[in-house]
């Protein structure tokens, strides 16, 4: 059986390691502020696939303390990256792989140069969840993962993880290039973040039905897409519509990091936005759009 280990158990890491756990594998949860309440009480999820409550969760406030897993996954926030060799170290034996559920650009490097490329694997999720307080996470929407290695190519073990998903009701897709999956989630991300920050900390729905709205998020996703084709990732013109159209159904949806803006939290400002920014610019890509939700985004942000 593969173990695994859950650094971030915020929304996204407590519904994905919760849903691994209620399929019966080994999954141990690295926690702060939530462990009482976990420790005493278990894990809850509201979702739209079905309910379930974990009565026991294997929990720990120190890396040492879970000890040695196959695999963990980092779902923290990009803010706390610095901090990648201290607290996953402990957790890593000689085969023992990391696998990044991370918004944005930058985090595979940042790990690989750690831990070496062989050992790390990204996946991406395209889902609506937010955790309401200790011990309860709510889903509202989506939840499949796309998956890939650190260096383009489908293996047995990428394939073997995405099925483990998959047996825990996570429908997850290889990514045979990981860089393009990355660029196909920024195109959401990055206007739809952006936007409701930048606007006064509000939800899609809100977004949408301002005038300009739809137009401005139609202009970033443009300019996203321009982006990723100089950088080698053809990503067809429909996958834009296809984003927005399945917008308009979540309804009032609160975007993790407009929550974060409103909360007083740190926002991941350099990877959902800094990172795709300086590559795209890099690459000879006329971004200004992008160029000025960015500026905006670190002046709101550091006042």
């Known amino acids: 059986m593969t173990s695994f280990a859950i650094v971030g158990a915020g929304a996204v890491g ?7 756990a209620e ?40 890396p040492r303390e879970i000890g040695k897993v196959d695999v963990v996954i980092i779902a923290w926030k990009t803010t706390a990256n ?22 944005g650009l930058g985090n595979v490097e940042a790990l690989s140069e750690i831990f070496g490329a062989s050992r790390v694997l990204g996946a991406l999720c395209f889902v609506c969840i937010n955790r309401i307080e200790p011990g309860l996470i709510r889903h509202t929407g989506g939840g499949p993962l796309a998956m890939g290695e650190a260096t383009p190519g489908v293996t047995p073990r ?18 045979p290039d990981l860089g393009e999956a990355q660029w196909r989630k920024l195109v959401w991300n990055i206007p739809f973040n952006g936007l409701c920050i930048t606007e006064g900390g509000i ?3 809100v977004l949408l039905a301002r005038a300009g709205g739809e137009k401005n998020v139609r202009a970033l996703m443009a300019e996203v897409l321009t982006a990723a084709r100089a950088l080698g990732y053809e990503i067809e013109d429909s996958y834009a519509e296809h984003q927005l159209a399945r917008t308009y ?7 993790s990091s407009m929550i974060d803006f409103v909360e007083g939290r740190e926002v991941e400002v350099e990877a959902i936005w800094g990172e795709p920014l300086r590559r795209a610019e890099s ?5 200004p759009r992008m160029s000025a939700l960015y500026r905006e985004i670190i002046d709101l942000t550091a006042r």
Not at 249 to 255: A, E, I, L, Q, V
């Open 14 to 20: 407590s519904y994905y390691g919760g849903r691994l």
């Open 23 to 62: 399929a019966g594998n080994e999954v141990r949860f690295l926690l702060r502020s939530d462990f009482e309440k976990v420790s005493e009480q278990g894990l809850t999820v509201e979702s739209i696939h079905g309910d379930f409550h974990l009565p026991k969760v294997t929990c720990a406030r120190t």
């Open 82 to 103: 610095d901090r990648f060799e201290e607290v996953i170290s402990p957790m890593m034996h000689a085969d023992s792989i990391v696998l990044t559920l991370q918004n």
């Open 158 to 175: 990428l394939e073997k993880l995405a099925a483990t998903f998959a047996e825990a009701k996570v429908k997850c897709d290889l990514a």
């Open 203 to 205: 939800d899609t729905e």
């Open 249 to 255: 159904p979540m309804g009032p949806y609160r975007p």
């Open 283 to 287: 690459a000879g890509a006329e971004v």
